[in-house]
Each structure stands twice: as C-alpha cells, then as structure tokens.
C-alpha cells in the first residue's frame, strides 16, 4: 500500500498540477478566517489605553491546514476516480453507446461520483450543525468553535455517506428486479 502511493505521487504530474490552486485556496482561506477572528490588544499611549485588533494566525493557520487537507484529499480522491475510469479503454467507447454497462458497474461509479458531491455537502452544512452544537457549549474560545466545526463536517459526512451508501444500494435492488422482470418477460414471448 505504501509503495502504490509513493508511486502515486511520483507518476502522477496531474497531481502536482492541482496541488497549486489547493495551496492558494488553503492560504486564502486562513488568512480570511485570522482576520475573521482577531485578537483585541490594549496599548498604552499617552495615557490612555487603545483597542488594537490583530488577525488570529492561530486560527487561521489551523482552519489552513484543514482546507489543504480536504482539498488534497477531494483531490486525490479524483485522480484516483479518473484513473479507474480509464484504466480499461472500453469505457470511454461504451459511455457513449446506451446499454453496454451493466446495472452493478453504473452505480458503482455513480457511488464514487457521489461521494463527492457528500464532501461538498458536509463542508457546506458544517456550518449548520457546528453553529448548533456550538450553542448547547457555550464557550468563548474560538479553539472550541474550530474542533466543533471540525466534529460537525465529520459527523456531516459520516451521515451523508451512510444515506448515499443505502440511497445506491436500493437503486441496485430496483434495478435488478426490472432485469429480472424483463429477463422473465423476454421468456414468456420466446416461448
């Protein structure tokens, strides 16, 4: 397993491509979420005290952090998809002719598709859900507001997985009673 990454990375120069736009977003985005949460400082001048705000590089260098990962992750995750797509050349011939594929191959590939549009749907809904939870504990600290976030978009995904995971499995289950039912039928009007 270990050697099959490394040779990954090393042939993958799709990868390496990819990787530059996902180091820009992680940078933008915690510096967004460091001036999103300063840090108030009082200074004394002249006498009196003055409110300074600084961004929060804590916060912003953690919420960068997990942007990059997500991101190289999702990334990973397509390359990895795009590759079993084309792995044998008569997909690309068979995708545009209709019943070729058979019922278990469709899903299987509309499954790993999805599970991409979950990670999208868990990174927006995170909100959501962190903002709840972040209510019943009420905290001042925004370390706190970060680990619920973080608990809210796995909780998030592991609940979308599971639904899109029984979602594709009944679309088997249909399925194969409707080749069944015409395998059935196309008997019945042979013989």
Same mark, same amino acid.
């Given at each position: ?27 933008? +985005? ?100 962190? +903002? ?60």
């Amino acid at each position: 397993m270990g050697k099959r990454i490394l040779n990954f990375f090393k042939t993958s120069k799709i990868f390496y491509i990819g990787i530059l736009p996902i180091i820009y977003l992680a940078i933008n +985005t915690g510096i967004y979420k460091s001036n999103q949460n300063p840090i108030k400082r009082y200074v004394i001048e002249n006498h009196s005290a003055v409110e300074i705000f600084m961004p929060n590089v804590g916060i912003g260098f953690i919420h960068g952090i997990l942007t990059f990962s997500i991101l190289t992750i999702l990334w990973i995750f397509i390359i990895i998809l795009g590759t079993n797509f084309n792995k044998d050349k008569p997909f690309i011939k068979r995708f545009f002719i209709l019943g070729e594929m058979s019922v278990d191959n469709i899903i299987t590939k509309l499954f790993y598709t999805g599970i991409i549009v979950v990670c999208f749907w868990a990174y927006v809904f995170k909100t959501y859900f962190g +903002t709840i939870i972040f209510n019943f504990i009420s905290y001042d600290i925004d370390y706190s507001r970060l680990f619920t976030l973080i608990i809210s978009y796995i909780i998030t995904f592991a609940v979308g997985l599971i639904l899109w995971k029984i979602i594709c499995e009944l679309l088997v289950i249909i399925f194969r009673c409707f080749e069944i039912y015409y395998e059935s039928k196309k008997k019945e009007m042979e013989g």
